[in-house]
């Protein structure tokens, strides 16, 4: 009896071991999980986030502090993804927290290109500048107002598989058993305090997802994309971040919570199914960024009356003020001594020099800077924010330089200027070769503030680049400093800026 029960307990120690070495760990099961999402080549997804930013964060960051009353915001993108097709399709939905819809825009991603749906983009930045100016919009459809083209088309030479809204891979390669918990089909990530130094890139990656891809420079983009640099500098010793992912039939379901105190709260939910994705081909009716430019030019200046000048309209020396209000744009073919590039700086200069990175090969164009401000550099931009004086360059392709001061114009006439400001603009200065651009706005706000944009554009000879540098001068913060910074400035670029702040008022 002895041996038989000896042998039974062996038999069932025998047995445990072989189903042991035989079974999974919770991180086994986990990252299979994470293979299979990372596998998807064709798939509908759905993204939601809610995020809000703490003081700590626009302390930090030079961007539009007229989305602090926006805050907390609630972005959401569905839409889906074809490796084989190569193509994303997606509609990006931004509104506040009560669901009040704030911007929308569709898209269609093909390698090399981006489609922009022109009615939501127009609808959104042009109407209210129409209609203040006294336009009734309400019976034409935008997409006649542009020929019947609906998408604009831009060039995007970010690679498809780095562009496509994509699962979180967080914590992908690492050894993630100290941070993992497990319940039934539901894996839960967590990461606290400097744990998340890990995760960072990813975290960024992911919030950065819901800003439209390639869609250039609108200030919520430029929020969502300074969030990579701020966690990579952020104190995170009460920080934490925790994943949660799980599959429900055919979908898989990602939960993010990110919280950094001081800095932002963040909730985000996912959602992936694999699905056949037919192909939607490039559209036939899109417009180039030049030939967009181009209508968006002929439209301002049929909707004003404005028109070409000849050159005696300008001031010598100064800002060739038309006196013009209510939008109007009015052009001179005399500009031929503007450079945004290489300056070179005398040694008890208030300026320094900055990169404006191109995006490959480590390449870059110098721009001039001012010394002690906050700087921040990001590939095709440079934000300057020296308290009276903002500066920001940005390199584009394919526009010619009047458009793209144009294109920046409309922009912040769209979302930028207060609605009850006064606006008077100067003539737009330019050569006729469309290659050298500068144009100037004052606002007078309804309760007294003085402010000047300045907008220049230089194509870069021999390239198809084109770096815009716009400024913004908060009058009535200047000091004796800031008149020396303007005074040099103006010397390097080969326009007299000061004329646009004396002249404009």
Known sequence: ????????????????????????????????????LAALTEYHFYGDVTIDFGAAFWGGADLDFLLEDLLPMRFSVE????????????????????????FDMEILLREGTMYTELASMLGHMLRPVFEEAGLDLSGLSLRDMFGGYAYLKIPYETALADAV?????????????????RDGDRFTLTFRGDEMRTITAEMSRLIGQFAI???????????LGAVGG???????????????????????YQTTEIEVPGLLTMRANF??????????????????????????????????????ADDSAATEGGAGVSGAADGEVEIVYDLDSLNLLNHILPEDSPLTTGALRIGYDDAYYTVTTIYGAHVTEEEGRVNVDADAIGMRYTIFTGLDAVEAVLLAVAAD???????????IFSVLRSNLEHTQAVVAIAEETAAGMLRVCVYLAQNIAGTNDLIR????????????????????????????????ITELF
């Open 1 to 36: 009896m002895k041996k038989i029960a000896a042998t039974l307990i062996l038999l069932i120690l025998l047995t445990g071991t072989v189903s042991a070495c035989g079974g999974t760990s919770d991180a086994e099961d986990f990252n299979a999980l994470m293979g299979e």
């Open 413 to 423: 006439q769209a979302g930028y200027f207060l609605a009850d400001s006064a606006l």
């Open 79 to 102: 839409g889906t993804v074809s490796h084989r097709n190569r193509e994303m399709t997606a509609v990006y939905a931004y509104s506040t927290l009560d669901g009040t819809p704030v």
């Open 271 to 308: 959602s992936f199914v694999a699905v056949e994705v037919q192909a939607v081909g490039s559209p036939a009716n899109a417009l180039t960024e030049a030939e967009f430019g181009a209508r968006l030019l002929e439209l301002n200046l049929d909707m004003h009356g404005g028109g070409t």
């Open 213 to 223: 891809q390639g869609g250039g420079e609108d200030s919520i983009g430029d929020m």
């Open 165 to 181: 809204f994509a699962p979180a891979t967080m914590a992908a390669g690492m050894d993630v058993t100290p941070f993992l918990t």
């Open 469 to 500: 540098l716009e400024l913004v001068f908060y009058v009535d913060l200047f000091t004796g400093g800031d008149h020396a910074i303007i005074a040099e400035l103006s010397q390097h670029l080969g326009v007299n800026l000061n004329a646009y």
């Open 230 to 252: 701020q966690l990579e500098s952020a104190d995170l010793t009460d920080a934490r971040a925790m994943i949660i992912t799980t599959r429900a039939d055919a979908a898989i």
